[in-house]
């Protein structure tokens, strides 16, 4: 047999057909649906007289537009047009039978964090959603990936894509992370060596020993923003520390049906001599806390630098960073340790799970924070419950941090969590675009850590002098 | 779905790099329930002031470029989140076309869905086309979909590559999911095989 790439052992699981010209219909394990996608794709099933092929393969859980302020279950209290999106998700979930977890419900969260924490998500599916982030998933070495809403209708309809196989990329991080150096850094270091496009047209496989060495939280943190790297997927091989998470998890098999998973998912890892397309190769050690300065994913620089001028680049990107340093307000030549914030937000479906916290609680314990608004935003009821009972929710209040309740919140603001024009946040989301967070709003994104850091002393901070 | 055959229109310049899909319709057009109406708020923040007048340097407020058909765009247009509000859009403004030297994939595949054509050309011809697309509303560029041609107002012509299903679909107007209906013995199958082979799923 011809060696193979984990994405082509995943792909060749799943195609339901091919054509001769290399188009194929790809099977969907899991469907994941929120508010905001999914209602022009349930209608369209209703005009045309159609039905959700595998309604038990499809979840739903409102997320992007639920306020993170108590009395949300009440409609009154959301506008009105994000009160009639959740209204629609609960009949569309209601009227086509499938899995749904409601705001009232304490499993509420957002989409990308509900679907591991159920266990809906396992090692060598194929998973989707109308998020482009549903790259998270690729954590659990499953091909998941972002899809438009008419593809959202396609797989409702089908339980199938129709899809091009992509090319195989693979990123390796080699040695050990150093102290204060976490996922997001990793990632955000990946995404300034390639740019936002570099992944474009690939699958990426993150690999190497600081991959291995990370926890699910973590490796869902890289998979995240892998879509940030242009790559609609990214892929982490499964080991003992994904069995280990996804057993006992309520949707995860059991007994019988556990062994026979498991079996099947220790072949799941690219062959030692699997060609590949495109590689990276970056050293663990080289990486340091990181942040953004921009208004792209790719505009990254270690906490220890300045403000590029924009004349050091070279080509379209040239007038892309004045552009940038003009909206975020910032002038080249300024250490980015002296950039001042105003806000402070932790959670998404990058960083909004309970590791996240956790390291947040750590820089936290025992200060005050020196921004004008900071606020945590669990990436779900259980993670916030969990959190209230290991007391870090404690630490997060006597610190000055708001304690939310669960969703996608300020990451891209479609509820009233959002930054005023001008406002200067330290997110641990995944994007800085031009008003993401609200707009005029000035987005640096950053690990958990270096967020609460900032959340400290009112400036971007290298978190090791912290520690 | 709108076939798409031959197009000849304005073509508005935006020479701007990484495009992301925030741009191009912002988060707070994503709340409706529909897929028409959006053509208004387009490139929303970068169209109007934060009380709503039009500002006038944006491209697609120029007396040239309100008719626009067609987009030339910097690299990597459309990255970032997947809505397709953004083709959505752009469709309902009257864009036919985006030309850039690459797109973001969902995006990519979105437009077709959409009756829309992105075309990707190597970075000197894009350049081309943006100088032309530059002349404003007397320089229409002609899109030839059957033959993969784009025509400069010059009469340059630029082939472009394509996939060959997704071409079909668009100069047939073609419906994926009825397609798909047609191949559901083969879904059965499989569905049926992966509930032996995994019964987990």
């Given at each position: 047999?011809?060696?193979k790439t984990?994405y082509d ?11 001769d010209d ?8 899991r ?26 393969k499809?979840?739903a ?10 009395g ?6 959301m506008t ?8 629609a ?5 209601k ?5 749904y977890?409601?705001v ?6 957002i ?7 159920q ?17 998270t ?8 990936h ?9 797989v ?15 990123v390796?991080?080699?040695?050990k ?5 976490t ?11 390639t740019?936002?496009?570099g ?6 496989e993150y690999?190497g020993?600081?991959i ?8 869902m943190t890289?998979?995240?923003m ?6 609609r997927a ?12 996804c ?12 062994e026979?998973?498991?079996?099947w ?16 190769t ?16 790719e ?6 630098a ?6 050091s ?13 003009d909206?975020?307000?910032?002038t080249a030549?300024?250490p980015?340790?002296?950039?001042e ?5 932790i ?12 390291a947040?609680?750590a ?15 669990p990436?779900s ?19 000055g ?12 603001a479609?509820n009233?969590d ?7 946040c ?9 008003g ?23 400036k971007?901070t290298?978190?090791?002098e912290?520690? | ?5 031959t197009?000849?229109g ?16 912002p988060k707070?057009?994503l ?23 039009e500002?006038?340097?944006?491209v697609?407020n ?37 030309i850039?030297?690459?797109?973001a994939?969902?995006?990519y ?11 990707v ?17 007397n320089?229409r ?9 784009v025509?400069s ?20 107007g073609l ?10 013995a ?14 987990w799923?």
């Open positions: 047999m011809s060696p984990l052992k995943i792909w060749d699981a799943h195609v339901a057909h091919e054509a290399g188009t194929c219909l790809l099977y969907i394990d469907h994941l649906v929120h508010e905001v996608t999914s209602p022009q794709a349930f209608e369209g099933l209703r005009m045309t007289g159609r039905t959700v092929r595998a309604p038990d499809t979840i859980v409102p997320d992007h537009n639920v306020p993170t302020t108590p949300r279950d009440d409609p009154k209290n009105e047009d994000s009160a009639i999106q959740v209204a998700l609960d009949t569309n979930a009227e086509f039978g499938i899995h977890y409601p009232s419900d304490v499993r509420q969260g989409v990308h964090i509900v679907g591991p924490e266990g809906w998500t396992l090692p060598g599916m194929t998973v989707v959603c109308g998020d482009s982030h549903t790259a998933h690729g954590a659990f070495g499953a091909l998941a972002g899809i438009g809403t008419s593809e959202v209708e396609h409702l309809a089908t339980q199938t894509l129709i899809q091009k196989k992509s090319k195989n990329m693979k390796e991080i080699t040695g992370l150093a102290p204060g150096v996922a997001k850094d990793i990632v955000l270091t990946i995404i300034g060596a740019g936002t496009a992944g474009t047209g690939y699958v990426i690999c020993e600081a291995r060495d990370l926890s699910m939280e973590g490796r890289i998979c995240n892998a879509i940030e790297g242009g790559a990214g892929l982490i091989a499964p080991d003992e520390t994904t069995f280990q998470y057993k006992g998890r309520p949707h995860a098999p059991k007994g019988a049906q556990w026979a998973a498991l079996n998912w220790k072949t799941l890892y690219s062959d030692d001599d699997a060609a590949w397309d495109k590689v990276l970056i050293r663990a050690e080289d990486i340091a806390p990181t942040v953004t300065w921009g208004t792209s994913p505009d990254v620089l270690p906490i220890t300045s403000v590029p001028a924009a004349d680049f070279t080509g379209g990107k040239v007038g892309a960073a004045q552009r940038a340093l909206y975020m307000g910032l030549g300024t980015l340790r002296d950039v914030i105003d806000t402070v937000f959670g998404s479906c990058t960083n909004g799970r309970i590791e996240d916290l956790r947040a609680a820089i936290l314990k025992g200060k005050k924070i020196a921004v004008k608004r900071a606020m945590i935003v990436g009821g259980l993670v916030r419950a969990q959190a209230e009972e290991e007391g870090l929710a404690d630490i997060f209040k006597e610190a941090f708001e304690w939310r309740l669960a969703g996608c919140s300020m990451c891209l479609m009233p959002q930054l005023a024009p001008g406002e200067r330290a997110a641990t989301s995944n994007r800085n675009f031009e993401r967070q609200g707009r005029g709003g000035r987005t640096h994104l950053m690990s958990p850590a270096m967020a609460a850091a900032a959340a400290v002393t009112g971007l290298d978190v090791r912290l520690m | 779905m709108e076939k798409f055959t197009l000849s304005i073509a508005a310049p935006m020479p701007l790099i990484n495009i992301d899909t925030d741009m191009i319709i707070q057009f709340k409706t329930i529909k897929r028409s109406g959006l053509g208004v708020n387009l490139f929303d923040e970068m169209r109007y002031d934060d009380d709503g007048n500002i006038p340097d944006f697609l120029k007396p040239a470029y309100r008719d626009a058909q067609i987009i030339v765009a910097g690299d990597n247009f459309g990255c970032g989140s997947s809505r397709e509000h953004a083709p959505w859009a752009i469709a309902d403004f009257g864009i036919r076309c985006v850039s030297t690459s797109f994939d969902i995006f595949n979105n437009c077709f869905k959409n009756g829309i054509l992105p075309i050309l190597p970075a000197e011809q894009v350049e081309a086309l943006m100088k032309d697309a530059e002349k404003g509303a320089a560029i002609e899109v030839d979909l059957e033959k993969q041609e025509t107002s010059e009469g340059e012509t630029y082939s472009f590559e394509l996939d060959a299903f997704k071409k079909h679909c668009l100069l047939n419906d994926d999911i009825g397609l798909t209906m047609e191949k559901v083969s879904i059965d199958t499989f569905e049926a095989e992966a509930a032996q082979s995994r019964p799923i």
